[in-house]
């Protein structure tokens, strides 16, 4: 079965780190983009981090240069290192899997995997 | 305040169809494939329609998508009670460079 398990989540203090992983399952984790995407209680899908099979990094600018996205290969493992958390940051934090291809419409990507979510509270 | 506009809210009875509207510009729908995603009440998303109008397997063809311009759309047809959840849109930006998603909209069968 394919899946996808996070974990890391808790309370953290305002200025503090967290350290999220996603333990990935059923599928060649080495081929596939991965990304971090946080919702906050009762608010939209938010957008965190991605990485490429080549280890190359994207973020936005609300957690660049705080946020650090790494993956494992050999361990089948995503990680997400959070530094300087702000209560902004508070929300579930979901690992997806990205899948691409090519239709009538052109490239396509989209994120088909989704793990379960590890929540993340960033107050004192 | 999200980059791509969603109505917060939808409603139909069992069996209507609903249609669902996601607004964006040339730089996100404009340019590239819309996705939508389904979030059933304390779940993770889903992705239910990618590449504009395609279906995971699995998905029931009661599930439509369609995208004209800047906009797109997600319509549902004879609506069921288990189809109660959180409709989000999604593309990728070409100007931010980062993926953008709808605020979501709320599904209610009434």
């Known amino acids: 079965e394919v899946q996808l398990v996070e974990s890391g989540g808790g309370l953290v203090q305002p200025g503090g780190s967290l350290r999220l992983s996603c333990a990935a399952s059923?599928?060649?984790?080495?081929?596939?983009?991965m990304h971090w995407v946080r919702q906050a209680t009762g608010k939209g899908l938010e957008w965190v981090s991605a990485?490429?099979?080549?280890?190359?990094?994207y973020y936005p600018g609300s957690v660049k240069g705080r946020f650090t996205i790494s993956r494992e290969n050999a361990k089948n493992s995503l990680y997400l290192q959070m530094n300087s958390l702000r209560a902004g940051d508070t929300a579930v934090y979901y690992c997806a899997r990205q899948m691409m291809g090519s239709s009538y419409d052109g490239p396509y990507d989209a994120f088909d995997i989704w793990g379960q979510g590890t929540m993340v509270t960033v107050s004192s | 305040q999200s980059v791509l506009t969603q109505p917060p809210s939808a409603s139909g009875t069992p069996g209507q169809r609903v249609t669902i509207s996601c607004s964006g510009s040339s730089s996100n729908i404009g340019s590239n494939t819309v996705n939508w995603y389904q979030q059933l009440p304390g779940t993770a998303p889903k992705l239910l329609i990618y590449?504009?109008?395609q279906r995971p397997s699995g998905v029931p063809d009661r599930f439509s998508g369609s995208k004209s311009g800047t906009s797109a759309s997600l319509a549902i047809s004879g609506l069921q009670s288990e189809d109660e959840a959180d409709y989000y849109c999604a593309a990728w930006d070409d100007s931010l460079n980062v993926w953008v998603f709808g605020g979501g909209t709320k599904l209610t069968v009434l």
């Open positions: 990485i490429g099979t080549a280890g190359d990094t």
């Open positions: 059923g599928f060649t984790f080495s081929s596939y983009d």
């Open positions: 590449s504009n109008n």
